[in-house]
Nanobody, 123 residues
């Protein structure tokens, strides 16, 4: 089992920044990808970024490309989502998730989820 705990959410004005953290514990050795997802009320869940752990390669949704950065600290088994130039439309609950599958771009492959951290961006 893998446990994920997010932190770092909060309220910020448009144009501001936040850094989300995701601490992973448990049997993490077989994880292949870590992803950050978000879901706003009334909207579908969106994978905003993922990182392939073996290679460090990253993916970003078009809606956040150039503003968000996903990274990992392997020594701490912690993953981050640096969010800059935040917009009101970034307001959502943000979740980190892990998969042991190689198809990191397939959302149902993510089996382990954190409890979420709220991000609110005001205009």
């Amino acid at each position: 089992q893998v446990q994920l705990v997010e932190s770092g959410g909060g309220s910020v004005q448009a144009g501001g920044s936040l850094r989300l953290s995701c601490a992973a514990s448990g049997y993490t050795a077989t994880n292949s990808c870590m992803g950050w997802f978000r879901q706003a009320p009334g909207k579908e869940r969106e994978r905003v970024a993922h990182i392939v752990l073996a290679s460090g390669s990253t993916y970003y949704a078009n809606s956040v490309k150039g503003r968000f950065t996903i990274s990992q600290d392997t020594a701490k088994n912690t993953f981050y989502l640096q969010m800059n130039s935040l917009k009101p439309e970034d307001t959502a609950m943000y979740y980190c998730a892990a998969t042991t599958a190689w198809r990191c771009w397939v959302d149902p492959e993510y089996k382990y989820w954190g409890q979420g951290t709220q991000v609110t961006v005001s205009s």
